[in-house]
């Protein structure tokens, strides 16, 4: 039973003024290693395409089966952490994610890497459903944007670092060390989250775990995505694609409606329903969409014009980089008057800003040496403007969240960024697979939704002025 006891942090950490910090260090590394894993497993397709002598779509399962299994868990690892310990549900969730990632690096077939895949995003869920929700209860009042801050700029260190660092792994010690890398950094950060992270001082009851809800959230977003990548070129019939987003449809509508209706719900509806929640976590997913649908959408622009891999990689690096210096340094940079919200509407429009003049650019098939350079910048303006509105957006959210409902909302949270990272990248692919390469119609598709979540965010906005004008 000793397992299952949140161990507490030495009282010299746990007195300490600036012992907040170190809990926060800690989720970085999950932080870290999530946006790393990321972005250095798309490196590794050729690699295991020669190695297994498979063809790219059944590859291309190591990431897909991955992010579907995250999506459907968040939100239930998070429930559950709220009821029994959100630092215990970290802890073993990266050493699933450490034990995983071993016997990833160690698979002897395809099949045997997507099954350890399958078993990392677990590990993965659990930790990332309860990250956002130990830096809000370990970050003081007040400091709790900044401290989204650094776990958001940790997540684009992690993004930024891994297409460099991902190609000399592969290149020179070979695509198995892109999984065993998580080894010596989940041993680091078992240690520093049992020593750091403080435990759960509010838990809110599970009577029963919604199985039911689980199943009709697994269903709808694994029905989604394969729908639209079907459109996107992977083989299956238009009926069978047709069914799929019939049944995603279905699944979504039936769930929305067991939320209602069950007597212990997956999602208290309660939290959707809390002001701004609901508008918050739209902007979040819509967010996360615009960062990561220019992954997809940058190399293939480049390399149809002619450009290196290498270049098209230097200028993608653009944007998480400028993604990762606002929201570090957003609160030395921006007036301290500004509320959160103000900053999420100022970085809204200048990602929208940044994406209309990347569009203006593919739309007017604009020539010459400097396309590279000029679309460089823009990236790293639009991840300024995109490292400016996360840390204030999800700052909202989490204030909107009743006390002891926190890796709920975490795992909220975090489920819409996954949703919003696989629509980026399912979308994109889309647009480029039914139209061209020249890149303009995923511009488009980018800069409306940008323009929605900043819409969203005037809404909420809105609605929070009246809120308060009517008390």
């Known amino acids: 039973m000793a397992l299952l006891i949140e161990r507490p942090r030495p009282a010299r950490i ?52 991955y992010l579907l299994t995250l999506i459907a868990l968040l939100v239930p690892a998070g429930r559950l952490a709220d009821a029994h310990g959100r630092k215990l549900f970290y802890l073993y ?3 699933v994610f450490t034990l995983a990632s071993a ?21 993965a869920a659990a930790l990332q459903a309860n990250s956002v929700a130990l830096v809000a209860t370990s970050a003081p009042r007040g400091r709790l944007r900044a401290a989204l801050g ?6 684009a260190v992690g993004l930024a670092l891994g297409p460099t660092l991902g190609a ?17 950094v989940g041993v680091v950060a078992l240690i520093a989250g049992n020593f750091f992270l403080p435990r759960t001082r509010n838990r809110t009851a599970v009577d029963r775990f919604d199985w039911p809800g689980f199943a009709l959230l697994a269903v709808s977003s694994t029905a989604l995505l394969l729908a639209i990548s079907a459109a996107s070129g992977l083989e299956l019939s238009v009926v069978e694609a047709a069914a799929l987003f019939v049944i995603a449809v279905t699944a979504s509508l039936a769930f929305a409606r067991r939320l209602s209706h069950a007597a212990s719900p997956l999602v208290n509806p309660v939290l959707l329903r809390t002001r701004g929640t609901a508008l918050g976590l739209a902007g979040a997913l819509g967010g996360y969409l615009v960062l990561f649908g220019p992954l997809v959408l940058v190399p293939a622009v480049l390399t ?36 959160d919200r103000r900053r999420a509407l100022a970085g809204a429009a200048l990602a929208l800003g940044a994406l209309l003049a990347v569009l203006a650019m593919f739309a007017l098939s604009v020539a010459g040496s400097d396309f590279a ?6 990236l790293a303006l639009l991840g ?88």
């Open 14 to 65: 746990r007195q300490s003024r600036r012992g907040w910090w170190l809990a926060i260090a800690a989720v970085c590394l999950g932080a870290f290693m999530g946006q790393l894993d990321a972005s250095i497993a798309v490196l590794t397709y050729p690699a295991l395409e020669e190695r297994f002598h498979a063809p790219a779509a059944a590859v291309e399962w190591v990431s897909l089966g």
């Open 93 to 95: 969730g990266f050493l």
């Open 103 to 123: 016997a990833c690096g160690l698979a002897p077939t395809l099949s045997a890497l997507i099954g350890f895949r399958l078993v990392q995003a677990i590990g």
């Open 150 to 155: 650094v776990q958001a700029g940790a997540q």
């Open 168 to 184: 000399v792994i592969v290149t020179g010690l070979g695509w198995r060390w892109v999984f065993l890398l998580n080894v010596p």
């Open 304 to 339: 149809a014009r002619g450009d290196s891999l290498a270049l098209a990689g230097l200028v993608l690096t653009a944007l998480p980089a400028g993604f990762a210096v606002t929201a570090l340094a957003a609160d030395r940079i921006l007036p301290r008057g500004w509320t």
């Open 373 to 378: 350079a000029v679309l460089a910048v823009l």
């Open 384 to 471: 300024l403007g995109l490292g400016v509105f996360a840390p204030a957006n999800n700052a909202l959210i989490m204030a909107a969240i009743p006390r002891g409902t926190e890796a709920t909302g975490g795992g909220l949270v975090n489920m819409a960024r996954a949703l919003g990272t696989a629509l980026g990248v399912a979308l994109v692919t889309l647009s480029l697979h039914q139209g061209s390469h020249s890149g303009g119609a995923a511009a488009a598709l980018l800069a409306l939704i940008a323009t929605a979540v900043l819409i969203v965010t005037a809404a909420s906005d809105a609605r929070s002025q009246m809120a308060s004008q009517g008390a």
